[in-house]
């Protein structure tokens, strides 16, 4: 799903429903609880459109362990993010089909690495909308930061069956087969793939470095 810390997000439209919007007070609360809470996500791209959220350099398995847990921890960054889900779980309960409601819960709780809730939120919005591919690419990256590399890689190979050329899947889909699987050149074919549907991906110069070292690594094997 890392070089240095950047700002930039990520978003993308889907063939059958709108982009998620937030309204300004959401905004501002989901903007204040990743600050709260120092977001640090790894090298995977969520999918969707989010309020603050960013990427920073790759942790280990156990680094990524012990954030989550300080993170899950920290009773301001606890309150923060009930503070910001309180309106929409009110939202959801009131329509269990509430899809933009359903989908800014998984991204809330995503930005929180709450990854198990993240998932559950995100099944419920792909069973409304399953072609969806931000959300099932962002369910696929919470998988991944689970530790379960096999649902990662199921979520992100659906996801391609409905937009073949979508860049945050197959971004996050070389890093998973790389990282999780220990396949380079399952790596290297799905960011050439990437390169090819997107030729002006704005990270392509950092993709291409990607590939590069993917290929070292194959040769070594």
Request: glycine share 6%; aromatic share 10%.
């Amino acid at each position: 799903m890392s070089e240095g810390k950047n700002a930039q997000s990520q978003s993308t439209t889907t063939n059958s429903t709108s982009a998620v919007s937030w309204t300004s007070q959401q905004a501002y609360v989901l903007a204040a609880f990743c600050l709260l809470l120092g977001v640090a996500l790894g090298y995977l791209f969520r999918g969707s459109a989010s309020a603050g959220a960013a990427q920073a350099v790759p942790p280990t398995t156990t680094e990524q362990g012990n954030v989550s847990q300080q993170k899950q921890s920290d009773p301001n960054a606890q309150a923060a993010l009930a503070q910001a889900a309180t309106p929409l779980l009110e939202a959801v309960n009131k329509n269990p089909n509430d899809f933009d409601s359903l989908v800014k819960l998984g991204n809330l709780y995503y930005d929180g690495q709450q990854f198990p809730n993240a998932i559950q939120y995100y099944e419920r919005a792909l069973v409304i909308h399953p072609d969806n591919p931000d959300v099932r690419t962002d369910m696929g990256t919470a998988y991944w930061y689970t530790g379960n590399s096999e649902k990662a890689l199921a979520a992100m190979e659906t996801s391609l069956k409905y937009r073949p050329g979508h860049p945050q899947t197959l971004f996050n889909l070389g890093w998973v087969r790389w990282q999780g699987k220990q396949d380079p050149k399952g790596a290297i074919e799905a960011w050439q793939q990437l390169l090819k549907a997107n030729p002006d991906y704005p990270e392509k110069q950092k993709v291409e470095q990607y590939i590069a070292k993917a290929k070292e690594h194959a040769s070594r094997g």
